[in-house]
């Protein structure tokens, strides 16, 4: 089925097919019983994949990856495909438009994406509306960001600013700097204003009567010494667990025509290719650290890219590419896999 509706969906521009989609999809959970039958289709219910973590019992490790419900318009419709979680953002405290289009591009053969999309949505205030009407049981997490426009030495007031706004409508929150669609904003990774940044934004959960888990989305394109200075950071800031990781800069290797590449222009790269280069970056984290909760993206496509996130020490995934590539039934496929083997932290 979900084959069908690809063939004709990968005829539209990628960013087109994403809104149709969102549209036909709320649509439709609105027809009598659709909501019910959906989660039976999907939803695979097992005490041998529930994940707790920071006191949150996460029904399975599968959740979907931030960048695809940016402003929790939809956490209604997604919450029916059987994840165990669903990170929205990246949010920012102004609305913004992003990046001129157009920024999101599909390499069919790679089974992979390029997007520049540069952070755009309703900012902050939107969204905490959107969540005032999320669905109950779902664990929703929220990844914050700063404005274009906000130079890098102010950026903790933006980032502040989110935290404070999103604070009683989340789960847990993501401190994304890591994007390299909104210029500068890698540089926030080097270890002196990264560690002014967490600290900022961990003052002001701490005064809070019941904290919030704070994580960190890092990039793949970091060196082991980079990586390593992460960690020192996470150590010295108290900070509660790593995404790992983003989009990568790297276009290698892929099998898209590499002129047809170079026109698509500048972005970071998600699904397949990044795969091996993200469970590298877990495994190295987890040797360095055994304790640290990591959420493992990039490159989910299948059963096997999971699994070997799990192995490389990942305590729970994320997919965004592969829910686009391969459809729900993806998740459903992993979780089978993994209460076959059994998985719990």
């Not at 010494?225 to 290797?253: F, H, K, V, Y």
């Amino acid at each position: 089925m979900y084959a069908l509706l690809k063939k004709a969906l990968f005829l539209l521009s990628a960013e087109k097919a994403h809104s149709l989609t969102m549209y036909l999809l709320q649509i439709g959970v609105k027809i009598p019983g659709v909501k019910n039958i959906m989660r039976n289709l999907f939803t695979i219910s097992s005490k041998k994949i529930e994940q707790t973590l920071w006191g949150i019992t996460f029904p399975n490790p599968v959740g979907l990856a931030a960048g695809f419900d940016k402003n929790a318009d939809y956490l209604h419709e997604l919450s029916c495909f059987g994840f165990g979680f669903i990170e929205i953002g990246t949010v920012t405290p102004l609305p913004q438009a992003g990046n001129p289009k157009p920024r999101l591009f599909r390499l069919i053969a790679d089974q992979a994406i390029i997007n520049r999309m540069g952070f755009n949505n309703k900012g902050v205030k939107s969204v905490v509306e959107q969540l005032k009407n999320r669905p109950k049981n779902l664990i929703v997490g929220g990844n914050i960001g700063k404005n274009k426009n906000t130079p890098n030495e102010k950026a903790s007031a933006d980032y502040i600013a989110c935290f404070d706004a999103l604070f009683d409508h989340v789960d847990y929150f993501v401190i994304n700097v890591s994007s390299p669609n909104t210029p500068n904003l890698r540089e926030l990774q080097d270890k002196k204003p990264l560690t002014a940044l967490i600290k900022s934004v961990q003052e002001r959960n701490k005064i809070k009567k019941i904290p919030k888990p704070l994580l960190l989305k890092i990039a793949p394109d970091l060196s082991h010494d980079q990586l390593i200075d992460i960690l020192t950071i996470c150590d010295e800031t108290q900070l509660d667990g790593l995404i790992a990781t983003n989009t990568t800069l790297s276009r290698e290797p892929l099998k898209e025509n590499p002129e047809v590449i170079k026109n698509m222009g500048a972005g970071g790269l998600s699904g397949l290719p990044l795969a091996d280069r993200s469970t590298e970056v877990i495994k190295f984290l987890r040797s360095k650290n055994k304790k640290i909760p990591i959420i493992g993206v990039g490159g989910v496509g299948n059963m096997s890219k999971a699994l070997e996130k799990i192995d490389a020490g990942a305590n729970l995934i994320q997919i965004y590419s592969g829910f686009i590539f391969k459809g729900p039934t993806l998740i459903k496929k992993i979780n089978e896999a993994l209460t076959t083997i059994g998985h719990n932290s």
